[in-house]
């Protein structure tokens, strides 16, 4: 079901696209210069019905889908977030589409806009790709204005060479590092080394008293400090309570769960396993020796398969 949340921006209202529009989007797409760079012009009725009939079928991944474009409460545009169909790995692609009329006035930047940013901020999106036609160069501009780098072409949508272009999310209010002060470096290294290899960080930094693990700009470090006040960590007290990973998969929590018993870690909520979170959240919950919890959290429309 096409069910993505409503978006406000200063001007606009993005909200999902329902059976009622359809009208609307006909009327909308009425207009030549909307379709001009489709493989088949979508002027006539029964072919836009046909096409929001699609986007309306949609079941991909929460929060994605196919949004109406409202100002003052009058559809003016249509857009996307979704999986593309074009791109291996089915990435999440965007598109847009204003009324002519409503041109000229950052409008169609403002949605884009708003749409990057829930991807990106919003679901944590590693990327969002756009595909747009050579000869599109409204919409080449506006996309570069966004950030989208441009890192290639092909031949797409049946209608010529397109640009094919990603926008990745800013360091900007990420995490830096963490700093995890531990009683004993060996077992530290033994639990969360292990862990974090597994999850793609690579060691960075190494001194006597400890060593540090990163992963694209963000990096943890773990530290047996001279001026450490406990031998335990206890994570219900005041301080840290966790920390939880993304994780790409539903099958790879399953695996690493399984194995994470034999590099020092435990089980927390076995019987609630894999959903002690909640019916949506599959995530896997590990208590190391010294106290420390991590949460493995499966990525949002990631593989259903349950634990064996």
């Not at 979704?82 to 089915?90: D, F």
């Not at 780098?149 to 797409?156: F, I, M, P, R, T």
Request: proline residues 6%.
């Amino acid at each position: 079901m096409n069910n993505p949340p409503e978006i406000k921006t200063a001007r606009l209202r993005l909200r999902a696209l329902t059976e009622a529009d359809t009208e609307a989007i006909v009327e909308l797409f009425a207009d030549p210069a909307l379709s001009a760079h489709f493989a088949v012009p979508l002027t006539e009725a029964d072919l836009v019905r046909e096409m929001v009939g699609r986007r309306l079928s949609y079941r991909g991944p929460a929060g994605m889908g196919h949004w109406v474009i409202e100002r003052d409460a009058e559809v003016i545009g249509l857009a996307h977030l979704r999986p593309s169909a074009e791109l291996p790995g089915e990435v999440p692609e965007i598109g847009y589409y204003l009324a002519r009329e409503h041109g000229g006035q950052g409008l169609a930047t403002e949605a884009a806009t708003a749409l990057l940013e829930h991807g990106l901020g919003g679901l944590g999106l590693s990327s969002v790709w756009a595909l747009v036609g050579e000869s599109n160069v409204a919409s080449l501009n506006l996309v570069r204005r966004l950030g989208f780098l441009d890192v290639g072409s092909g031949e797409h949508y049946g209608s010529g060479p397109h640009r094919v272009l990603v926008a990745l999310p800013s360091t900007h209010g990420l995490a830096h590092h963490i700093e995890l002060w531990v009683p004993d470096l060996a077992r530290a290294e033994e639990s969360w080394g292990w862990l974090l290899g597994e999850l793609g960080w690579r060691e960075f930094q190494r001194w006597p008293a400890g060593v540090s693990w990163r992963l694209g700009a963000t990096y943890l470090v773990v530290e047996r400090s001279p001026a450490l006040s406990g031998e335990k960590h206890e994570r219900t007290a005041p301080g840290l309570n966790h920390l939880a990973l993304h994780v790409d998969t539903r099958e790879r929590v399953n695996e690493l769960a399984a194995k994470a018993v034999e590099h020092g870690w435990s089980p927390l909520f076995a019987d609630k396993y894999p959903y002690a979170g909640g019916d949506q959240h599959y995530a896997a919950y590990l208590e190391n020796t010294d106290g420390f919890e991590v949460e493995l959290v499966a990525l949002p429309g990631s593989d259903v398969t349950q634990p064996g």
